[in-house]
């Protein structure tokens, strides 16, 4: 891909899977922000977009960790959403109150050490206080009026257009992505300190974890899902 600055984050991740893990090294976003142009996005992170176009062509960027994407740009859009359900929500429902135990114990153990740790709560329990009735809304109003769209049925809503609930959903991407930000921030990019124990180092790396599968997840569905069902609603052909 011939990638210049005016290209769009979000297509440059759809072109290049691997580009994910060097976007976020740099905190550049590409899910809530992937609409955005490299040269914005790289402004937003405070990087030289220069050095960045410099390193997409000439880094050699690991795979290794980056989950292997198929190509969700034709496949049906149930078979999207079966995706996003299965793979990110069920996710986030079991791996939720694991963190939630472990940010318990470390707080219990670290908390007067590490005064910063509150705030980690803070930011932690308002992500799932946000994502719990998110998945419910997607699951129970969005997912289902696509899922009758893609099979030709018009069935009736409270919203008349699938515009409306995607701009929900999408403005609550925004909440979340702020979330991760500064609980990235706060954490150092999720370092351990050195006194850390392992249950510390634990939570932090599911932390980290959980963010990678977010960015994944609001990818799919910004960039992929949502244009594609606004497409369709519109009559043109995806």
Known sequence: MNTELDTKVGELVMARPETMRYFERLGIDYCC????????????AHQDPEEVLKGLATVEIPTAGVPSLRDWTHAPLGDLIQHIV???????????????????KVLR??????????????????????LMP?????????????????QGQTGSSCFGSVQSPIR???MEHEAVGALLTELRDLTGAYTTPADGCATFRALYDGLETMERDLHLHIYLENQILH???TAMEAGVRV
Do not use: N, W
């Open 109 to 130: 153990a670290h908390g007067e050490r590490h005064p910063e740790l509150e705030r980690v709560g803070q930011l932690y329990r308002a992500l799932v206080a946000d």
């Open 33 to 44: 922000g992937g609409h955005r142009s490299l040269a914005e996005a790289c402004q937003l």
């Open 168 to 170: 929900v959903m999408e």
């Open 134 to 150: 998110h998945m419910m809304k997607e699951e129970q109003i969005l997912f289902p009026f696509i899922r009758q769209m893609e």
């Open 227 to 229: 244009p594609r069902a």
């Open 86 to 104: 299965v793979t990110h929500h069920d996710y986030l429902r079991e791996e939720m109150p694991r963190l939630e135990m472990l940010l318990e």
